[in-house]
């Protein structure tokens, strides 16, 4: 992943993955892309002790800190509101983060791989995924 360009890569299966990220820290917006309850808590550990703001691509009944403020709703309109609690992180994620990472070029495209047989394909795309022979994103044509 370095090669890619990343400053910092962690396995998140360590048992000492939180400690590694909070020396990366402080932390003012975080991302979980997962956004089970056992990443949003890491996550709200993570913004300790001061607090902040972390978007999720799940809900759910999780016991969040009162200094931390989860925005969860589908990831395009969270990034495309205004006037309202996802201004502040539309303006970081548009103007702070992802223009510094198209800027230097870090960004890369997710690689995809095409699954023949159609809809019929999509336990076998599933499974692949699972097992760690797909990487990237799945790809299949319904009309196959």
Not at 21 to 42: C, E, I, V
Not at 53 to 60: E, L, N, P, R, V
């Amino acid at each position: 992943m370095k090669s890619l360009g990343a400053s910092e890569v962690l396995d998140y299966k360590s048992p000492t993955v939180l400690d590694d990220l909070r020396a990366l820290g402080p932390f003012k917006y975080l991302y979980s892309t997962s956004g089970d309850p056992a990443s949003q808590q890491a996550l709200a550990t993570l913004l300790q002790p001061s607090g902040g703001t972390f978007a999720s691509t799940m809900g759910g009944e999780v016991q969040l800190p009162e200094n931390v403020e989860r925005i969860y709703e589908f990831f395009g309109n969270v990034t495309l509101k205004e006037g309202d609690k996802f201004e502040k992180f539309a303006k970081w994620w548009y103007g702070e983060y992802l223009g510094k990472v198209i800027q230097d070029g870090s960004i890369e495209p997710t690689p995809i791989t095409k699954v023949k047989g159609g809809l019929n394909a999509l336990q076998e795309a599933a499974d692949g995924m699972l097992d760690g022979k797909i990487r990237g994103k799945p790809v299949v044509n319904p009309q196959e």
